[in-house]
């Protein structure tokens, strides 16, 4: 049973255009809420998070919007860059541990 | 300040032995989490170490162990090894305390023969 699911497995965009990455849960007890990138061969790089206390977070060109009623997080990249391509991993955890639930990524490709 | 260190970075190894991976988390970090990244599995959680103890642990059998050093490196081991366990293994370390983004390292690539 996957708690935390990014149904698109790809997404293509224009550089210079707004990126939207998607991502929903299903574990009501998530409270806190981070994306990842992912470049082949690396490990996963912190972007942004973001607590259930708030429902939006911004960080330069990253910013998280979370919506619990739905159990919808999404992360906006404005304007996408080249160098944004790699893959986007949203993970949660619940009670302030240290313990990820990541799904399963969404490869973002950015078109000069 | 120094990342995440992991090493091997690739390991080979073939069916039935053991192997241990190594973290070094970034100076002053407690907390070591390993998770394994396969294609069919996603990343998934195998536990985490605080203070030289286990504080959460996955889904995992019990040939999965690891232990964490008085400085807070961590070493994870895989015994009897299975074709399944190829996969990239991470190493991810944070601060104490809540909600504290993990920081991750290149990872260890292990292959099973």
């Known amino acids: 049973d996957q708690q935390v699911k990014q149904n698109s497995p790809s997404l293509s965009v224009q550089e210079g255009r707004i990126s939207i990455l998607n991502c929903d849960y299903t574990n009501s007890m998530f409270d806190y809420f981070l994306w990842y990138k992912k470049y082949p061969a690396e490990g996963p790089t912190f972007l942004i998070s973001?607590?259930?206390?708030?429902d939006k977070n911004e960080d330069g060109r990253f910013t998280v919007f979370l919506n619990k009623s739905a159990k919808h997080l999404s992360l906006h990249i404005v304007p996408s860059q080249p160098g944004d391509s790699a893959v986007y991993f949203c993970?949660?955890?619940?009670?302030?541990?240290?313990?990820?639930?990541f799904g399963g990524g969404t490869r973002l490709m950015v078109k000069p | 300040k120094a990342g995440v260190t992991q090493t091997p970075r690739y390991l080979i190894k073939t069916r039935g032995q053991q192997v241990t991976l190594s973290c070094s988390p970034i100076?002053?970090?407690?907390?070591v989490s390993w998770y394994q990244q396969t294609p069919g599995q996603g990343l998934q959680f195998l536990f985490e170490?605080?203070?030289?103890?286990?504080?959460n642990k996955g889904n995992f059998p019990g040939r999965f162990s690891g232990r964490q050093f008085s400085n807070s490196r961590s070493e994870m081991n895989v015994s009897t090894l299975e074709l399944g366990d190829s996969a990239l293994y991470l190493c991810?370390?944070?601060?104490?305390?809540?909600?504290?983004?993990?920081?991750f390292g290149p990872g260890t690539r292990l292959t099973v023969l």
């Open positions: 973001i607590s259930s206390i708030k």
């Open positions: 100076s002053g970090h407690r907390s």
């Open positions: 170490y605080f203070s030289e103890t286990q504080r």
């Open positions: 991810a370390s944070s601060l104490q305390g809540a909600n504290n983004e993990q920081f």
């Open positions: 993970a949660a955890s619940a009670n302030a541990g240290n313990m990820l639930t």
